[in-house]
């Protein structure tokens, strides 16, 4: 949920209405153009945060995140539209997403106490793959070849529209593997979804993504969290917890065996393949054709 300002907050020619989030580098606005009508289409805004511009290192990831954020074109990811700076702070849009993100669906799912069907966890899954397959087969901005994963891959940055097409959100941990110098950082991934091989730079693949979305659609088909909802701070999954979860997967699928639904089982069984423990035991995702694991 997001917060909305005592009264109206204008920055250059954008008018504020809801900040959705903040994260280390930039805050996450719902805006529109001061010259429409407040019944105008929606935007949203992601502005630097004042402390950016005092941090080099801090305005080199808000730079990168932006410069491939406007790169991005896919039907499944979030669309970029402009970029600019006002006062100093610089900032680009993208487009609004009336709807809502896999978080709340799961959460409803809970509360319903009553899984997805295996066909929308399907359709998901299969959006999610053509994005991620996109993404992991962009080549760098001068044309080389590049080895990008997103790095967060969490319920919270997969938005569904109104008429159900999936959007990934959020590049601001996304990372080139091909570059050398990544080998050698101590890269940090907000904590949650992420692989158990994310502490480590030499292990990430495209793979470290696929874990992600494994874990996701397996909410979804069991309605239920990985672990406690709403802790704070987050912290990074145990192992006991994918243990259980994976106990928990296993339980389903031979409760689908007995009712001789073969597809439900197929579709658990990818599932747990996507969160295995070993990375070169999780199948690649493909965006090609109609299934979305090979």
């Not at 407040?38 to 502005?47: E, N």
Request: with cysteine; charged share 30%; aromatic share 6%.
């Amino acid at each position: 949920m997001g917060s909305h300002p005592e009264k109206a907050d204008k920055f250059g020619g954008f008018l504020i209405s809801e900040r959705l989030g903040v994260s280390s580098t930039a805050e996450t606005l719902v805006a529109q153009r001061c010259d429409e009508t407040t019944s105008g289409a929606k935007l949203v805004i992601k502005r630097a945060l004042p402390t950016v511009a005092e941090d080099p290192a801090l305005r080199s990831r808000f730079e990168a995140e932006r410069a491939l954020s406007l790169r991005l074109r896919h039907p499944n990811i979030v669309k970029s539209v402009e970029s600019g700076e006002r006062s100093g702070i610089p900032f680009w849009t993208m487009e609004f997403v009336r709807g809502f993100s896999l978080a709340v669906l799961r959460d409803r799912l809970i509360e319903r106490g009553q899984g997805a069907s295996p066909q929308l966890v399907e359709h998901f899954a299969a959006q999610l793959a053509s994005a991620l397959g996109y993404l992991h087969n962009l080549p760098a901005e001068d044309g080389t070849d590049a080895r990008y994963i997103h790095g967060d891959i969490r319920p919270e940055n997969v938005l569904s529209d109104l008429e159900g097409n999936a959007k990934l959100v959020d590049f601001g941990a996304a990372v080139d593997l091909a570059k050398a110098e990544i080998r050698s950082l101590p890269l940090t991934f907000p904590p949650g979804y992420d692989s158990p091989e994310h502490g480590d730079p030499n292990r990430l693949s495209a793979k470290s993504d696929v874990f992600s979305v494994g874990i996701i659609l397996g909410e979804l088909l069991l309605a239920e969290s990985l672990r406690t909802r709403f802790e704070t701070p987050p912290r990074r999954t145990t192992e006991q917890e994918l243990v259980c979860f994976n106990e928990k997967l296993v339980a389903h699928e031979t409760s689908r065996l007995e009712r001789g639904d073969r597809h439900a089982v197929k579709l658990v069984r990818e599932v747990r393949q996507m969160i295995s423990r070993e990375p070169e035991r999780r199948p690649l995702l493909e965006s090609s054709r109609p299934g979305y694991c090979r």
